[in-house]
């Protein structure tokens, strides 16, 4: 019964090589998030959907490509990888609008990239 | 001026201290304010929700202050499970752009 979960935990590759990241949440939430966490522990937002629809596309490399077949899950596709794109991705949910428990994100567990 | 500024700590207080952090925002404009922690090698878990005229949940009180920009987290009688770093989030419009702008964290040690 995870509410925002994601696969694979750990991810171990060398550079050049061309990963995803899944994730899925069961909130019934209409907003999905890419986070990106490196090793100064800065959390810095990637991209987000809603309902399927990208909203938010941040200064990232074209490397880079999320997707959203549904509202309930978010993928994240990553290119020629490269020794900088180390880090801990997490991805978040939240539901839009007002009132209490509005934008409030959810978090998965972060998956942890290492490249060689 | 960041976005979002925290004191980083570390805070270092005996079990059963009282402890406040205090964060500030630059956009006078902003919408929503959050308190999460995040535990070394975890995810961001949220704390709560920051109400305008401020909101207690069991040992933890938040508190806004849009006068002075500023949102601030009290925790009394600390435990060793409260030991984290705490991060202050805020939403800066209502818009269909939900971005929001984490501080870089206020580390907490409780030591016994």
């Known amino acids: 019964d995870t509410a925002v979960s994601q696969t694979p935990k750990y991810l171990v590759t060398q550079m050049g090589n061309d990963k995803s990241i899944k994730c899925e949440q069961n909130l019934g939430h209409d907003t999905m998030y890419w986070y990106k966490q490196d090793s100064k522990k800065f959390l810095k937002i990637m991209f987000s959907?809603?309902?399927?629809?990208?909203?938010i596309n941040e200064t990232v490399p074209n490397r880079f490509s999320p997707k959203s077949p549904d509202k309930a899950h978010l993928n994240l596709h990553i290119n020629s990888l490269e020794l900088g794109d180390s880090a801990v991705y997490f991805c978040?949910?939240?539901?839009?609008?007002?009132?209490?428990?509005?934008?409030?994100?959810?978090f998965g567990p972060g998956t942890r990239l290492t490249v060689t | 001026r960041k976005e979002v500024e925290q004191d980083p700590g570390p805070f270092n207080v005996p079990e059963g201290a009282t402890v406040a952090f205090n964060c500030t925002y630059s956009?006078?404009?902003?919408?929503?304010f959050f308190w999460y922690r995040q535990d070394c090698r975890k995810e961001p878990k949220l704390l709560m929700s920051?109400?305008?005229?401020?909101n207690e949940d069991g040992r933890f009180t938040a508190q806004l202050n849009r006068a002075s920009q500023y949102i601030s987290l009290l925790i009394r009688d600390s435990k060793l499970s409260d030991s984290a770093t705490y991060l202050c989030v805020v939403m800066p419009n209502a818009g269909n752009n939900r971005k929001l702008i984490w501080g870089l964290g206020t580390s907490l040690a409780v030591n016994p």
């Open positions: 978040a949910s939240s539901q839009a609008g007002q009132g209490a428990g509005r934008n409030e994100q959810y």
């Open positions: 920051v109400y305008s005229s401020g």
């Open positions: 956009n006078s404009a902003s919408q929503s």
């Open positions: 959907y809603n309902n399927k629809e990208l909203i």
